[in-house]
Every structure is written in structure tokens, then in C-alpha cells.
């Protein structure tokens, strides 16, 4: 798929983007991207992630069900805090998935370009969260 730069085209058919082609709409030269502050960038969060969930590990061990240790409430809060914590931690594996996933785009070239349509995604997307594999159109449609 052809990718082009400085005009968000959403799903337009193939005959409307030889238009704008023609008529020079897609002469405008993409922003670059600073692959080296993308990278470092990702892994700072990477980083922050995993110390979280390292300060957070002793939260996630199994509760001890003896009631003679622990009050039967605080056994329910105890598995209450463990549930959260344990939904908590999927969470942050989810986002380390999406920001190792980000940086192989970026040795791959592939950074800043829909992971679904191929278009260049939005700069300040790009910008306000490096993960994101799709363009706003696209993401909009995924969630329909």
C-alpha cells in the first residue's frame, strides 16, 4: 500500500487518492520523527512498567486462607487487593506487549504508519501515545 503524507484521507477509494495525487494535495513533506527520543522514549516507559510491577509483585501472591491468622474481612479484602492487583498486572504486560511492539516497527521502519490502512498516523497521536499501531480512522473502526 502506497503511503502518503500531510493529509488525513481516512478510507477514500483509490481513485480519489490518484486525485489528490494529481493535483499535488500529497506534496506537502511528512514531519519527521525523532526516531532516537521514539526509542528512548519507549523504553523509559518500558522501564517505568516493569519497576511497577516489581514494587507490586508481593500484592499478587496467593492470600492464606487460615482464619485463624487472618479475620474472615480482612481474608475478603486481602483477596480483593489480589484480584485487583492481578488485573493490574495483565494490564502492564498488555502495555509492554504494545511498546515491544512499537519499537520492532521502528527497526523496521514501519513507525508512525497504520499497522491496518498503511497511511502515515496523525503527529500528535504519534506523539501523545509512541504504542499506538493505528491511525484515528482505523482505531475508530475497531471499535465499532
Not at 41 to 60: D, F, H, P, W, Y
Not at 87 to 99: G, L
Amino acid at each position: 500500500m502506497a503511503r502518503y503524507a500531510g493529509v488525513d484521507h481516512g478510507h477514500k477509494t483509490l481513485s480519489v487518492l490518484l486525485l489528490y495525487w494529481m493535483y499535488g494535495i500529497y506534496m506537502v513533506k511528512k514531519p519527521k520523527i525523532d526516531i532516537k527520543a521514539v526509542k528512548k522514549r519507549l523504553n523509559q516507559m518500558r522501564k517505568e512498567v516493569e519497576e511497577i510491577s516489581q514494587a507490586t509483585e508481593e500484592a499478587r501472591q496467593p492470600v492464606e486462607l487460615d482464619q485463624s491468622a487472618v479475620g474472615r474481612l480482612s481474608r475478603m479484602d486481602a483477596l480483593q487487593t489480589q484480584a485487583m492487583q492481578l488485573e493490574t498486572e495483565r494490564r502492564r504486560s498488555m502495555e509492554i506487549i504494545r511498546i515491544n511492539s512499537a519499537l520492532k516497527r521502528l527497526e523496521k521502519g514501519e513507525f508512525g504508519y497504520c499497522a491496518s490502512c498503511g497511511i502515515d498516523i496523525e503527529q500528535k497521536r504519534v506523539e501523545n501515545n509512541p504504542t499506538t499501531p493505528t491511525c484515528f480512522d482505523c482505531a475508530q473502526l475497531s471499535e465499532n
